[in-house]
């Protein structure tokens, strides 16, 4: 395994870490596919929080 190709995974669906080559010092982003096009809702400090919004984004668009 490439040290540069190391992706944390998030325990939240639709939640990223915002830099995907040094992870460890990363943000979290909230990012969802519209109409076949990424769409980020902003980056948190938190990976729960960054969860909470996800959540909360997902059901206003109707993901879940």
Known sequence: NNK???VLKSK???VY??????PSRSKWMVCF???GKSKSFGTYAD???AG???LE???EL???
């Open 4 to 6: 540069s190709e190391i």
């Open 12 to 14: 939240y669906k639709y």
């Open 17 to 22: 870490p915002s830099d995907r080559k040094n």
């Open 33 to 35: 596919v519209i109409d």
């Open 47 to 49: 990976e729960d929080e």
């Open 52 to 54: 909470k919004i996800a």
């Open 57 to 59: 984004k997902a059901k």
């Open 62 to 64: 109707g993901k879940i």
